[in-house]
């Protein structure tokens, strides 16, 4: 069953048809830039033009970078603050002619996508997938259930957001090395699992690529720390099994 996902990013939206048998893009994925000012009205028209290059016209999952329940966009630390209480659902299904549109967390479909299909398939207790590119994202999972909307890349770290310290994009301003930005990171992880105790770390974002270079240098945190097995094509995949759930619900 193919059903076409996209993933709104501070820096890119990306997305492709997805086969939700094998959790895996039946096309290449195409890319865009996420505009700045990130209007809700600039980035919809982003994520049709990413619509429109396959030719899609069914149902699309769409993550977004922020809280969104409801179909509404309830905070944007990395986008526009004019989404903030937007009706995003009925924002990109009308500028995609009509088509019916599933809105969510964009860190909780890439955990959905590895939890069901990558590092986190079986594992039981709590998993903690968190993402790291323009912001820091966050899913949590108890047993296989999701907890929606965590957003722990806000929490407070050295007095400050954590994702502005530990962020990709944090290590790219900084022009921070492997082990400088590796050393951030493991901060930020003690801290997650002070709080949350999880079993297992998923680390994801485009940075996932690279886990070599910073993954067998952090040190001192107890739970178990992999790379996504999906990269950074875990959110497109999730966001196309949240839209196949909707429609299922709805039949």
């Not at 004019?82 to 964009?106: C, K, Q």
């Not at 297992?200 to 886990?211: C, D």
Request: charge should be negative; include cysteine; hydrophobic fraction near 40%.
């Amino acid at each position: 069953m193919n059903v076409f996902g996209v993933d709104i990013g501070g820096s890119g939206i990306k997305g492709a048809p997805v086969d939700l048998d094998r959790g895996d893009l039946t096309q290449e994925r195409y890319k865009v830039l996420t505009p700045h000012p990130a209007t809700p009205d600039a980035v919809a028209d982003g994520v049709a033009e990413v619509v429109r290059h396959f030719g899609w016209t069914g149902p699309v999952g769409i993550t977004f970078p922020g809280v969104v329940t409801g179909g509404i966009t309830r905070t944007a630390a990395n986008v526009d603050k004019g989404w903030i209480g937007t009706d995003a659902a009925a924002l990109l299904g009308s500028r995609l002619g009509g088509s019916a549109v599933t809105v969510l967390n964009d860190a909780d479909a890439a955990g959905v996508a590895e939890m069901t299909f990558g590092a986190g398939k079986g594992r039981n207790g709590t998993v903690m997938m968190l993402t790291f590119g323009t912001g820091i994202g966050s899913a949590l999972f108890v047993d296989g259930r999701l907890v929606p909307n965590t957003e722990l890349g806000h929490l407070e770290l050295h007095g400050r957001d954590a994702e502005t310290h530990a962020s990709t994009k944090a290590k790219e301003d900084e022009d921070l090395t492997w082990p400088h930005w590796a050393r951030r990171v493991q901060k930020y992880l003690a801290h997650v699992e002070m709080l949350f105790s999880p079993g297992l770390f998923i680390i994801g974002g485009g940075v996932s690529r690279k886990a070599e270079k910073f993954l067998p240098l952090i040190e001192g945190v107890r739970a178990e720390i992999v790379p996504a097995q999906l990269q950074n094509n875990a959110g497109i995949v999730g966001a196309a099994m949240a839209c196949s759930a909707t429609a299922s619900a709805t039949r």
